[in-house]
C-alpha cells in the first residue's frame, strides 16, 4: 500500500507570507501514459467537509485563487500558498488516487502567526 | 449541479452493522465515468479512504476494513451504500461520500453524517 506522508503537521506564517506544505509518497504515483502524477490537495475547514484544490500535482480547480499551486513529480510533491490570506487557515491534506487503496496523508494544520 | 447526501443513523450500539446511504442527484450513477466513494474520518483525526465502486464492477475497499465492509450501488434509487459490520468505538467518525473523477481525485463531496458508536 502506498502511504503519503505530510510535513510539517502544524505551520504557522504572517498574512501576506509564503506557506509550503510537503507530501511525499512511498511509491511513484506517476501514470506513465500520461505523464500525470496521480495526487490531489484538498483544503478542509471545522465542519466542512474537504474542498479540491489542486490534482494532477499542479492543476488548480477551477474557482480557487491563483495563490495557491502545486508542484512536484514521482514522489516528491508540494502545495505552495504564495500570499497567505486570513480565510486560508484549514487543514491541508494530500491524496493518492494512483492505485487502491488510495489514501491520504495525515493533514497539515495552517495557522496565522 | 451535483450533489451528495449522506443519511443513516447517528448512533450505533458496538457489535452491531452500520448502514449508511449517500443519495446522488444532478447525475446518474448509471451514466458511468465515475467512481463513488467513502471516507472516514475521526474526531480531531485525519481522512481515512475506506472504498468506492463502480455501477458495474466490484467495490474495492481498504484492506483495514477488508472482512467488516460492504460497498454497493442502486442504480433505480441512484444511490451507494455503506455497510460496516461489528462496530466499535474505533468507528466512530464523520462518514462522507464522494464522487471518484479516477483520474482528477474526489471533485464532489457530501456535507457528511456523524456517526458514534455506544452503548
Known amino acids: 500500500d502506498i502511504v503519503m506522508t505530510q510535513s510539517p503537521d502544524s505551520l504557522a506564517v504572517s498574512l501576506g507570507e509564503r506557506a509550503t506544505i510537503n507530501c511525499k509518497s512511498s511509491?511513484?504515483?506517476?501514470?506513465?501514459?500520461?505523464?500525470?502524477?496521480?495526487i490531489a490537495w484538498y483544503q478542509q475547514k471545522p465542519g466542512q467537509p474537504p474542498k479540491r484544490l489542486i490534482y494532477?500535482?499542479?492543476t488548480r480547480e477551477s474557482g480557487v485563487p491563483d495563490r495557491f499551486s502545486g508542484s512536484g513529480s514521482g514522489t516528491d510533491f508540494t502545495l505552495t500558498i504564495s500570499s497567505l490570506q486570513a480565510e486560508d487557515v484549514a487543514v491541508y491534506y494530500c491524496?493518492?488516487?494512483?492505485?487502491?487503496?488510495?489514501?491520504f496523508g495525515q493533514g497539515t494544520k495552517l495557522e496565522i502567526k | 449541479q451535483v450533489q451528495l447526501k449522506e443519511s443513516g443513523p447517528g448512533l450505533v450500539k458496538p457489535s452491531e452493522t452500520l448502514s449508511l446511504i449517500c443519495s446522488v442527484s444532478?447525475?446518474?450513477?448509471?451514466?458511468?465515468?465515475?467512481?463513488w466513494s467513502w471516507i472516514r474520518q475521526p474526531p480531531g483525526k485525519g481522512l481515512e479512504w475506506i472504498g468506492h465502486?463502480?455501477?458495474?464492477?466490484?467495490?474495492d475497499h481498504n484492506p483495514s476494513l477488508q472482512s467488516r465492509i460492504s460497498i454497493s450501488v442502486d442504480t433505480s434509487k441512484n444511490h451507494f451504500s455503506l455497510s460496516l459490520s461489528s462496530m466499535t468505538a474505533a468507528d466512530t467518525a464523520v462518514y462522507f461520500c464522494?464522487?471518484?473523477?479516477?483520474?482528477?481525485?474526489?471533485?464532489?463531496w457530501g456535507q457528511g453524517t456523524t456517526v458514534i458508536v455506544s452503548s
Open positions: 511509491q511513484s504515483i506517476l501514470f506513465r501514459s500520461n505523464s500525470k502524477s496521480y
Open positions: 464522494a464522487r471518484d473523477t479516477i483520474t482528477h481525485g474526489l471533485d464532489v
Open positions: 465502486i463502480y455501477y458495474s464492477r466490484d467495490a
Open positions: 494532477w500535482a499542479s
Open positions: 491524496h493518492q488516487y494512483y492505485t487502491t487503496p488510495q489514501a
Open positions: 444532478g447525475v446518474s450513477i448509471g451514466s458511468g465515468g465515475y467512481y
